[in-house]
């Protein structure tokens, strides 16, 4: 009964659609358009990022990736009649550096493009004194090391430092009791 249960509720479940924040399918453009390999054993030096034990079999060296993401998004604030939409083209850059310092130790760094953007190119309010609505998200810096225990068997660590880039005008964040939209002040780029 159970098992007739679990499949009759998976045959009538709306359709599931999977999220990943504001992080790319993958880690780096190669293990992106791979569906995100690079946790299981990745084949470019980006991917230390996810594994770091991953580092003891990569070759010396670096590697640049540029890729061009496409941001489109929709959203109604106030008025469910009036959309407001961001569409842009934005470069999602990463850098990793690989390094053995004998058979067994070897560091790495990964700087890994992440992150999201919006830009509604208007007042969201309706109002012209306020500016356009925009924010960003920017990179993660991971500095990495693993040791390889076994030919075959690596551990690894590594330190997930993220910076951010805010940037937000004319951004609402409640309604007033005279129904009267509270803007976040603008308050120009501010670094996390």
Known sequence: MKKISMIAL???SPALYAYNGTLLIGTGQ????MGGVSYGGGVDRSSIADNPANLSYQASGGDIQLSLLNIHSEESFLDPNH???????????????VQHAD???????AIVGSGASVDYRESVTG????ATAKDNLMATI?????YKIKP???????LHLGTQ???????IVGIDTDQQAIQLEAHGNQWA
Request: positive net charge; charged residues 15%.
């Open 10 to 12: 998976c045959l009538i």
């Open 30 to 33: 190669i293990s992106s358009g």
């Open 83 to 97: 959309v407001y939409e961001s569409k842009q083209y934005v470069l999602v850059p990463s850098l990793s550096v």
């Open 103 to 109: 058979e067994k130790l070897s560091y790495g760094l």
């Open 127 to 130: 109002s012209s004194k306020n």
């Open 142 to 146: 991971n500095p990495t090391l693993s």
């Open 152 to 158: 075959n068997l690596s551990v690894g660590a590594a």
């Open 165 to 171: 880039q805010f940037r937000t005008k004319g951004v």
